[in-house]
């Protein structure tokens, strides 16, 4: 399983119970829509079941809210993993099954689109996973609509103000006022490559 893998070559470090008792895990990203590349990185999504006593503290004798608390397991991440001998590099988020659970529930855009990305997404799946993906849709309600209409309007923000970034750039590099329009750009651009031309011929 490629968490074991990578935890052996001592690439990753997860809580040492993790690997053993994931449940599931998937490509997420560019490469479930289809639009990877072979320098895109893999957002590798998915959740684990830690041991019954982080489930159900009172079975080590703690009593919430009372004495001293324990550290909760809530997900485990780590970015930028590079695997030489693959040649990827890996993003990963494994969360507690309460935790996944909670945000699938809540229809998370993420959570949910990790149970229904194709199936050559599917890196790993138990039998407890595949049971979960089968009943997939008894997570979705109307709720969902909010929070994925939020979710598209956030990553429309966020690709306009990429993109104007990026125009931002190119003005200042052609020296071209930020008021012009694309159109007014494009007739600059045309005039002075015409210009330029006809420099090269004179100069012939």
Not at 80 to 85: A, L, T
Not at 127 to 139: A, D, P, S, T, Y
Not at 151 to 165: E, M
Request: proline share 4%.
């Amino acid at each position: 399983m490629l968490l074991n893998k990578l935890k052996n070559k001592s690439l990753i470090h997860p809580p040492h119970w993790l690997p053993d008792n994931c449940v599931y895990l998937v490509q997420m990203g560019s490469v479930a829509y289809g639009v990877s590349n072979d320098s895109s990185d893999m957002d590798i999504y998915g959740y684990c079941i830690p041991p019954k006593e982080m489930v159900f503290p009172h079975l080590s004798g703690e009593i919430f809210g009372f004495g001293k608390q324990k550290k909760r397991f809530e997900q485990w991440q780590e970015h930028h993993i590079n695997d030489p001998e693959s040649r990827k590099e890996y993003d990963f988020s494994v969360y507690n099954i309460v935790k996944y659970f909670g945000l699938v529930m809540e229809n998370n855009p993420n959570m949910v689109d990790s149970l229904f990305v194709p199936q050559r997404c599917i890196v790993h799946s138990t039998q407890i996973g595949e049971m979960v993906r089968e009943k997939r849709k008894l997570f979705l309600h109307k709720g969902c609509f909010q929070k994925f209409k939020g979710y598209a309007f956030q990553s429309l923000h966020k690709a306009k103000t990429k993109k104007l970034g990026r125009f931002s750039g190119f003005c200042k590099e052609h020296n071209i006022s930020m008021r012009v329009t694309l159109e007014e750009v494009r007739r600059e651009i045309d005039a002075r490559k015409k210009t330029k031309q006809t420099r090269v011929a004179k100069s012939d």
